[in-house]
């Protein structure tokens, strides 16, 4: 079994900053790809950025330029470091992480959530 911890949550206001930290743990032979999604209240959960294991990311455009994510392969984890936060970055973020748990036998794992809220 395999699981994500996110942390670094909270409460900021507009134009503040926070780091998201997801950190893998368990039955993990590599790790794929690791990525970050998104649910405010009343909308679904949205893609928010992703990064491969050499290191290249992306983003939906909402969050470029703002956002960024990074991980330390040696610590099974990714980092979200949100600078310039919006009222409308408010939401539940989650980790998603694509893992071999044996070779060549991929499966996809979800964080708890941490809750993000910007105040204007």
């Known amino acids: 079994q395999v699981q994500l911890v996110e942390s670094g949550g909270g409460l900021v206001q507009a134009g503040g900053s926070l780091r998201l930290s997801c950190a893998a743990s368990?039955?993990?032979?590599?790790?794929?790809?690791m990525g970050w999604y998104r649910q405010a209240p009343g909308k679904q959960r949205e893609w928010v950025c992703a990064?491969?294991?050499?290191?290249?990311?992306a983003y939906t455009d909402s969050v470029k330029g703002r956002f960024t994510i990074s991980r330390d392969n040696a610590k099974n984890t990714a980092y979200l470091q949100m600078n310039s936060l919006k009222p409308e970055d408010t939401a539940v973020y989650y980790c998603?992480?694509?893992?071999?748990?044996?070779?060549?036998?991929?499966?996809?794992?979800w964080g708890q959530g941490t809750q993000v809220t910007v105040s204007s």
């Open positions: 998603n992480a694509r893992v071999e748990v044996v070779r060549r036998e991929f499966r996809s794992y």
């Open positions: 368990g039955s993990i032979f590599s790790i794929n790809a």
């Open positions: 990064i491969t294991t050499d290191g290249s990311a």
